[in-house]
T-cell receptor, first 110, second 114 residues
């Protein structure tokens, strides 16, 4: 059974710093790994999707990497801003079922 | 149209009421999903419809009844709910592109059962 773990559970950093969020998964037979952002009480916004055959994806200040063999993905956020404050969820996707991690609550200090 | 819409945004219902949640997408996606999310927890999969047929039911109580009338519309019918069913209900859809399985989420319906 797929298990997805995110570390750390919460993170506070000063504005402008670069940071890394970690995601690990137990079953490497995934189709893709998807990173989401969720603001309090809101739906999920897809940030990046990495196909199982890819190593990384980039969008603006965000870069996500995938290492299937070790069961790990990272989300790198460059030059963090207060607007980046949210919960970040990673999800391992196989067939029609995606398994979410519990998320990292990120707080960027102005 | 590149979004998933959900109505209503908020719903308060008594334990004896019958209500429905609605989800729509007009992106030609072939799969649609219902998730339940409690506060500070990740979304939990409830149901999956693929090509308008129920393909996954994650052992959800029968007081939740999904329906997919067509490829763009997904409903969740609610009856005799319990206070512990209060949560954010999220709908998602996924395109028919190979094995992408990328999921697009709606804004959710905040349900309160009194």
């Amino acid at each position: 059974k797929q298990e997805v773990t995110q570390i750390p559970a919460a993170l506070s950093v000063p504005e402008g710093e670069n940071l890394v969020l970690n995601c690990s998964f137990t079953d490497s037979a995934i189709y893709n790994l998807q990173w989401f952002r969720q603001d309090p009480g809101k739906g999920l916004t897809s940030l990046l999707l990495i196909q199982s055959s890819q190593r990384e994806q980039t969008s603006g200040r965000l870069n996500a990497s995938l290492d299937k063999s070790s069961g790990r993905s990272t989300l790198y956020i460059a030059a963090s801003q207060p607007g980046d404050s949210a919960t970040y969820l990673c999800a391992a996707n196989r067939d029609d079922k995606i398994i979410f991690g519990k998320g990292t609550r990120l707080h960027i200090l102005p | 149209d590149t979004e998933v819409t959900q109505t209503p945004k908020h719903l308060v219902m008594g334990m004896t009421n019958k209500k429905s949640l609605k989800c729509e997408q007009h992106m030609g996606h072939r799969a649609m999903y219902w998730y339940k999310q409690k506060a500070k927890k990740p979304p939990e999969l409830m149901f999956v419809y693929s090509y308008e047929k129920l393909s996954i039911n994650e052992s959800v109580p029968s007081r939740f009844s999904p329906e997919c009338p067509n490829s763009s519309l997904l409903n969740l019918h609610l009856h005799a709910l319990q206070p512990e069913d209060s949560a954010l209900y999220l709908c998602a859809s996924s395109p028919p592109v190979g094995r992408t399985y990328e999921q697009y989420f709606g804004p959710g319906t905040r349900l309160t059962v009194t």
